[in-house]
């Protein structure tokens, strides 16, 4: 994850573009695709959203306060049309209820589109990095990008080229022995 991006390298929009070719090939239950995306690409509409989205408390210390970024992807789940196709005849279910669902596959989904344009980004040269939104904010951040009570934003994604010395993460990323249990999870537990 990239927090600190060349100011005066735009993403070029072809590469926007790739992005968001990428997010759209992410699985979906049912093939519901209940995403939508905004593309924030413009200073003022990045502005705009540190201006929304930034807590009033300790706004100097919160990262997207800081956040300089050319461009931000604002991931939302939608749903509504999960619930609409799984009420369809070939699903079997004949309500919109949610109360079957072993799982929110709206945000599941959304967040492995997600993936699919951080990947991309690495792919295409790009530093990028997904962050929150502070829950008490969404309603401000709705208002001031027009986007509808039924699309719900997961975090976003800050995208650019980066400006960061590389790093290896290698020395601290997790030995899979700890975190992969095969045939019953009993590696690593204590006993008792």
Known sequence: MVRTYDEGRPVPPEVVDRLLASAVRAPSAGFSQGWGFLVLDTAEDIA???????????????????????????????????LDRYAQPDKGFTDRSDAWWPAPYWYIDTGFAS?????????????????????????????????????????AISVGYSDEPPRDFSARRRPLNEVVHRGRWTQGRPAG
Request: aromatic content about 12%; overall charge negative.
């Open 115 to 155: 993936l699919l344009i951080l990947l991309t980004a690495v792919d295409e040269g790009l530093g990028a990095c997904f962050f929150g939104i502070p829950k008490e904010r969404i309603d401000l951040y709705r208002r001031a990008f027009g986007v509808p009570e039924d699309f719900s934003p997961i975090g």
């Open 48 to 82: 705009r959203f540190r201006e929304v989205v930034t807590p009033d408390t300790d706004a100097e210390n919160w990262f997207a306060a800081q956040l300089r970024a050319p461009l931000i992807i604002v991931p939302h789940a939608n749903k509504d049309a999960y």
